[in-house]
């Protein structure tokens, strides 16, 4: 069973400077010579603002905080994705036939490595493609019409999944008709929407991965919210065996509280069995090799380090987020069908939280 593996990359956002229309107009404003009779100043009209120069000022005032004004509202709307379609703005793309595609204020959007998250980039390396189940159907596409999204310099099709860092997006090398592509008939921009996500992707800042988000968790992000305390839960949880494919049994379990959050801790409970914690980027197949695992002896807890080093965190972050994934193998004398872990995970208060916490959302067996 093998976990996610994350490989670096240097990605560059392309921004617009706003500030270039402030400055010309400051510099008219500033060199604005006072009225003069035979080029001397007349003495009723002294070196002041006049209202002329009031005026120019306000313009460039006006100039710096519209920009600003105008980004902070479009990015909300879900048709910012604009590609070389010809013909009126009413008409969709045709299928099967390569387009460039970019957000409108924040260039081309192709594949390319990311340290986190799916592997895009704001720069151009492939064309896309809006894919039927047919590929040989190159028609123009019609409204509502499910189509796939693939990529040329990806050579796969770009899906719905979910991941431990960045937008919920992977790559598929089978056709998923996933997305419905709508055109403004104002202007002629694209929006595209994820019938599995049941949402529009669209530009949107965050911390790990490319700089994409959902447009109802963007929307969720710009919506100021009070300042609340976290609530922490402890519980137990099952790591259920696995068919092995060779050597170790893994022991796996997914935690979902349906929360957003961190898992704060995780200790072994046994007294007499070793968990082999598995690496991002290793599966089962190499719990016999010490540079795959993370060693948690009999009732011990995980240090900072060791979840660092198992789920692959940043330097500086040292709790996984939710939801998250279990692999390990067991080191025991004795043969079980599930092992208990305890974790204790913290959530934010603000959010919509379980009544109880579950002893596990996948209902996994006890032993």
């Known amino acids: 069973m093998n ?29 604005w010579l006072p009225p003069t009779t035979q080029g001397q100043p007349r ?6 603002l006049t209202k002329s120069r009031i005026a120019i000022v306000l313009i460039a005032l006006f100039a710096l905080v519209l ?43 192709g594949y390319g490595k990311q340290t986190f998250g799916v592997n895009l980039v704001w720069r151009e390396k492939g064309s896309w493609e809006f894919m039927c189940t047919n590929v040989r159907d190159h028609r123009r596409l019609v409204s509502d019409e499910r189509v796939a999204l693939y990529n040329t310099a990806a050579k796969a099709y770009l899906i719905y999944r979910l991941q431990n860092f960045g937008i919920n ?30 949402d529009y992707l669209v530009y949107g ?8 988000r959902w447009l109802k968790d963007l929307k969720a992000s710009q919506t100021p919210t009070p300042t609340t305390t976290s609530t922490t839960y402890t519980l137990t949880i099952y790591l259920n065996a696995q068919p092995p494919v060779s050597g170790y049994i893994p022991f796996y379990a997914h935690f979902d509280p349906n929360a957003r959050g961190n898992v704060t801790s995780v200790s072994n409970p046994l007294n007499n069995a070793t968990l082999l914690f598995v690496k991002r980027g290793y599966s089962s197949n190499d719990c016999g090799n010490s540079n795959a695992v993370i060693a ?14 198992i789920w692959a965190l940043p330097t500086g972050v040292s709790n996984p987020p939710l939801p998250t994934d279990f692999l390990a193998c067991l080191v025991s004398s004795q043969s079980l069908s599930s ?29």
């Not at 003495?43 to 002041?48: I, L, T």
């Not at 800042?205 to 994409?212: A, H, S, Y």
């Not at 948690?296 to 080093?309: E, I, S, V």
């Not at 974790?343 to 209902?363: E, F, G, M």
């Open 339 to 367: 092992v208990p872990i305890n974790i204790t995970y913290r959530v934010d208060a603000a959010r919509v939280q379980p009544s109880r916490p579950s002893r596990s959302p996948r209902s996994l067996p006890s032993p």
């Open 3 to 31: 976990l996610f593996r994350f490989k670096k990359t240097i990605r560059t956002d392309h921004k617009f400077n706003e500030h270039a229309l402030l400055l010309v107009a400051l510099a008219l404003a500033c060199f």
């Open 296 to 309: 948690l002896g009999p009732t011990a807890t995980m240090t900072g380090d060791q979840k660092r080093a």
């Open 67 to 109: 920009p600003a004004v105008a980004l902070a509202s479009d990015n909300l709307d879900p048709m910012q994705w604009g590609n070389n379609v010809p013909g009126p703005s009413s008409q969709l793309p045709n299928a099967s036939t390569p387009y460039r595609l970019w957000n409108y204020s924040h260039g081309v959007l």
């Open 43 to 48: 003495k009723d009209q002294p070196h002041v």
């Open 205 to 212: 800042e965050r911390p790990f991965g490319i700089n994409l």
């Open 169 to 198: 997006l992977s790559w598929s090398n089978s056709l998923s008709d996933e997305w419905k592509i709508a055109r403004s008939t104002a202007n002629g921009m694209l929006s595209l929407y994820n019938t599995n996500e049941g």
